[in-house]
T-cell receptor, first 115, second 116 residues
Framework: AQKITQTQPGMFVQEKEAVTLDCTYD???????LFWYKQPSSGEMIFLIY??????QNATEGRYSLNFQKARKSANLVISASQLGDSAMYFC????????????FGTGTRLQVFP | DTGVSQDPRHKITKRGQNVTFRCDPI?????LYWYRQTLGQGPEFLTY????????KSRLLSDRFSAERPKGSFSTLEIQRTEQGDSAMYLC??????????????FGEGSRLTVL
């Protein structure tokens, strides 16, 4: 069964520094997609970045990059040059190619950026 | 594109009452999902529609829960005989693609249910 694990309940980072949020996953499907979402205190889920299992290169979107290590089944999110507005919950999620199209989410990491 | 909209945003009800939530997805999206999120947790999958067909229901969805998507457009999630454990944020999301492809889920702002 597919599973997402986020072992960091909370992380602190100083403004302008980089931070890595950890995510490991488990699946027997060779084809899958990995997603990161941000949830600010206002509650809406905001899509950040996507990585396909067959993508050769790590995904990047602006200040966000995904450190994809397939053999280790990890998909860590790297936020560069942190900003105060990055303070939020961050969720890693996975969707398998077979079966239905649901995303399975991890328990999240709360990131706090301080000045 | 007005995004995914959910109504009501907040609902307070007494135990034993029925509640219904509505979700209007992004118009061109044929996939619609319901999730439940409790405090400090990630969203938990409840059910999924492709067009009007309900293709999967989680075991979390007891027989007190029912979801519909008539005509493949908006969807409703009804909870009958609410219990205090039903208190949560109910999130609706839609997408235009699935499988291992990108085709991220676009979420609404959620409907927060409080059962007294």
């Amino acid at each position: 069964a597919q599973k997402i694990t986020q072992t960091q309940p909370g992380m602190f980072v100083q403004e302008k520094e980089a931070v890595t949020l950890d995510c490991t996953y488990d699946t027997s499907d060779p084809s899958y997609g990995l997603f990161w979402y941000k949830q600010p205190s206002s509650g809406e889920m905001i899509f950040l970045i996507y990585q396909g299992s067959y993508d050769q290169q790590n995904a990047t979107e602006g200040r966000y990059s995904l450190n994809f290590q397939k053999a280790r089944k990890s998909a860590n999110l790297v936020i560069s040059a942190s900003q105060l507005g990055d303070s939020a919950m961050y969720f890693c999620a996975m969707r398998e190619a077979r079966g239905t199209d649901k995303l399975i989410f991890g328990t999240g990491t709360r990131l706090q950026v301080f000045p | 594109d007005t995004g995914v909209s959910q109504d009501p945003r907040h609902k307070i009800t007494k135990r034993g009452q029925n509640v219904t939530f509505r979700c209007d997805p992004i118009s061109e999206h044929n996939r619609l999902y319901w999730y439940r999120q409790t405090l400090g947790q990630g969203p938990e999958f409840l059910t999924y529609f492709q067009n009007e067909a309900q293709l999967e229901k989680s075991r979390l969805l007891s027989d007190r829960f029912s979801a519909e998507r008539p005509k493949g457009s908006f969807s409703t999630l009804e909870i009958q005989r609410t219990e205090q454990g039903d208190s949560a944020m109910y999130l609706c999301a839609s997408s235009s693609a699935g499988g291992a492809n990108t085709g991220e889920l676009f979420f609404g702002e959620g409907s927060r249910l409080t059962v007294l």
